[in-house]
Antibody, heavy 123, light 108 residues
Framework: QVHLVESGGGVVQPERSLRLSCVAS????????MHWVRQAPDKGLEWVSTISLDGNSKYYADALRGRVTISRDNAYNTLFLEMKSLRPEDTSTYHC????????????????WGHGTLVTVSS | SYVLTQPPSVSVAPGETARVSCGGIHIGRKSVHWYQKKPGQAPLLVVYDDATRPSGITDRFSGANSGDMATLTIFRVEGADEADYYCQVWDTSSNHVVFGGGTKLTVL
């Protein structure tokens, strides 16, 4: 049974930093690409970032580039998202997502999602 | 950057067929995935690679993709299908994941 459990969310003041974590279980973590996807209140799904199997390739949404860093620790089956200079518009539920890359289709699909951790940016 | 366009809402009566569209330039050349999102729940993959259902997803869900439009079709709609539905692709030119804006399915 695949489980993705996020933590690290909470209320944070604007311009502060936060580190989100996601502990994975039920599958071989090191063999899957991983992602962060967020959803602001009453808004749609928004991709945040993607990381390769070994962590050497990383991709970021344009709106967040320079303010977020994705990383992973395969020894501890954990995915991270470091966020800095937080803004009120970053208020969202952040989901950790397993998303293998299919070379035949040249595509990532998101097959398992965590329930998310809520980040509220407010003074 | 690549854009996916979905209608904000679709309404159908129970037992009828719902169709959710997802428009994008030459989307038929990409692999499209669909997610169901209910309040308070994590999103659920219901169709991937245009038309493949994951294990455990009812065959009432069907996908198609051609030209500039992908479609998620839900046959014999039930109340439990009421949710937001999102399409998603990987844009190889920008190395970005792209989601559509989402469609709220209402079962009348």
């Amino acid at each position: 049974q695949v489980h993705l459990v996020e933590s690290g969310g909470g209320v944070v003041q604007p311009e502060r930093s936060l580190r989100l974590s996601c502990v994975a279980s039920g599958f071989r973590f090191s063999t899957y690409e991983m992602h962060w996807v967020r959803q602001a209140p009453d808004k749609g799904l928004e991709w945040v970032s993607t990381i390769s199997l070994d962590g050497n390739s990383k991709y970021y949404a344009d709106a967040l580039r320079g303010r977020v860093t994705i990383s992973r620790d395969n020894a501890y089956n954990t995915l991270f998202l470091e966020m800095k200079s937080l803004r009120p518009e970053d208020t969202s539920t952040y989901h950790c997502v397993r998303g293998p890359f299919d070379p035949a289709w040249q595509s990532y699909r998101f097959d398992y999602w965590g329930h998310g951790t809520l980040v509220t940016v407010s003074s | 950057s690549y854009v996916l366009t979905q209608p904000p809402s679709v309404s159908v009566a129970p037992g009828e067929t719902a169709r959710v569209s997802c428009g994008g330039i030459h989307i038929g050349r990409k692999s499209v995935h669909w997610y169901q999102k209910k309040p308070g729940q994590a999103p659920l993959l219901v169709v991937y690679d245009d038309a493949t259902r994951p294990s455990g997803i009812t065959d009432r869900f069907s996908g198609a993709n051609s030209g500039d439009m992908a479609t998620l079709t839900i046959f014999r709609v039930e109340g439990a299908d009421e949710a937001d539905y999102y399409c998603q692709v990987w844009d190889t030119s920008s190395n970005h994941v792209v989601f559509g804006g989402g469609t709220k399915l209402t079962v009348l």
